[in-house]
């Protein structure tokens, strides 16, 4: 396991849920040198970062007036179960949770899996409440199957009902969830008003196959692409634009929240940095916004799912298209990803659904919604989406960090005849 590699599964550990990701990206930041700041107050030059919810936008603003933007944005949530209020009840002599689903989650992948507790509580105070973030020191439920004894239609006939067969096992009768989430925040179940809580699988990422070229953990998709577009945004050299990183709560029910895409977060943002509305209109049109969320290799077993062959894990960054523009990708952005990759020598291919299996969607799409930007949505390539754990490429770490280095050091001259792309300062 390289050096990259482990970095990604230790910091995927740290993110069971997005109050916990957002949190440890503000850490990261703030150890970068970067200062919080208010999303409607005004800056000058330097590093800075701004929350609203689990949504961060981090930016570095030149001391010379800037000519565009360099965006990415991408998203901390994940397919989870989420508490209700009732947290547990009885069930013969079991204590289980009370559970939603959250998200496209691969039913099956759920089973039999550790799953850990975490989230965010509401702590009353003398004034009101407070945020705490809590999570289990180990796994808090796990989900079993029904024997094949019991039920010997599983291997061929064979639904699972929500209701029934995806509700975990917390402990034995009487079990509080209320009391447990309280312990784990050093409080009394009467200090404890509510609570947002994330049953999240809690296995560690892993390196496997015969020469080690694969990777499989929980939430790669998007922890994957928050990690490589961090690191790259990090370590890039100055440029012309202002380099934006940017994450979102809420892509996988739909991004319609006040920190998910279809916001007016970074739109707000983006005109703090600008200072002033024309400044920021003009700036607007030598932007590029970069949607990295991952994307769909062709299934070893199932190669027919696929539009071609040529997305595979390990081929490098992926640009997605599609005509009902479910992905924002055209040929001038197209042209702005490949031209990147060639020059950070990055290896690049490209994405189609099948025609007859319309894909999914992602925050592409919902970020330009009043934000009239070049977009290409981009990611990394893998397979079992959705599944508690996912599997992608090793070598496609480096390859996502290497575009997104060479993305942020690079600014954008938007003309009618095309686009120039310009390194450094």
């Not at 000519?67 to 397919?79: E, R």
């Not at 067969?165 to 969830?177: I, N, Q, R, T, Y």
């Not at 509510?194 to 998007?222: Q, Y």
Request: aromatic residues 8%; negative net charge; charged residues 25%.
């Amino acid at each position: 396991m390289n050096s990259e590699t482990k970095s990604l599964f230790e910091f995927i550990k740290r993110c069971p849920d997005p109050y916990h990701a957002s949190a440890v990206i503000c850490e990261r930041l703030r150890n970068e040198g970067y200062t919080e700041v208010k999303e409607y107050g005004g800056v000058s030059s330097g590093r800075f970062f701004v929350r609203r919810g689990n949504a961060v936008a981090a930016f570095r603003v030149p001391e010379s007036a800037a000519k565009g933007f360099m965006i990415s944005a991408s998203h901390v949530d994940s397919p989870c179960f989420r508490l209700k209020a009732a947290g547990c009840k009885n069930s013969v002599d079991y204590s289980v949770m009370c559970c939603e689903r959250y998200g496209g989650m691969l039913h099956s992948s759920w089973l039999d899996r550790p799953l850990e507790l975490s989230g965010r509580a509401v702590v009353r105070t003398g004034s009101g409440v407070s945020m705490k973030l809590f999570r289990s020191e180990s796994p808090a439920a796990l989900i079993p199957s029904v024997a094949i004894h019991l039920n010997r239609k599983a291997n061929t006939d064979f639904k699972l009902d929500p209701a029934k067969d995806l509700v975990p096992l917390f402990g034995e009768k009487g079990a509080s969830v209320t009391e447990y989430i309280a312990e784990l925040c050093g409080v009394t179940t009467e200090e404890l008003v509510s609570f947002d809580g994330v049953l999240s699988c809690a296995d560690m990422g892993f390196v496997f196959g015969c020469d080690e070229r694969f990777i499989a953990s929980p939430r790669l998709d998007d922890l994957m692409c928050i990690k490589t577009m961090l690191d790259g945004f990090l370590e890039a050299e100055d440029s012309t634009a202002v380099p934006v990183y940017c994450v979102y709560d809420g892509e996988e029910i739909g991004s319609r929240l006040r920190d998910g895409a279809g916001s007016d977060f970074l739109s707000t943002v983006l005109r703090m940095i600008a200072g002033d509305e024309d400044s920021y209109r003009w700036m607007l049109e030598n932007t590029v916004l970069i949607s990295a969320d991952n994307a769909h290799a062709v299934h070893p077993n199932h190669p027919e799912l696929s539009d071609s062959a040529d997305v595979r894990l390990n081929g490098g960054v992926t640009i997605k298209r599609s005509a009902s523009r479910s992905y924002m990708t055209e040929g001038d952005t197209d042209g702005v990803v490949y031209e990147l990759c060639r020059r950070a020598n990055v290896p690049v291919q490209r994405f189609f659904n099948r025609s007859d299996l319309p894909g999914g969607s992602t925050l592409g799409a919902i970020a330009v919604t009043g934000l009239p930007v070049l977009c290409a949505d981009i990611g990394a390539p893998q397979l079992a989406m959705h599944s508690a754990v996912e599997c992608a490429g090793e070598a496609d770490v480096e390859h996502m960090t290497l575009f997104a280095k060479e993305f942020y050091s690079s600014s954008a001259e938007v003309t009618a005849d095309g686009i120039t792309i310009k390194r450094g300062i």
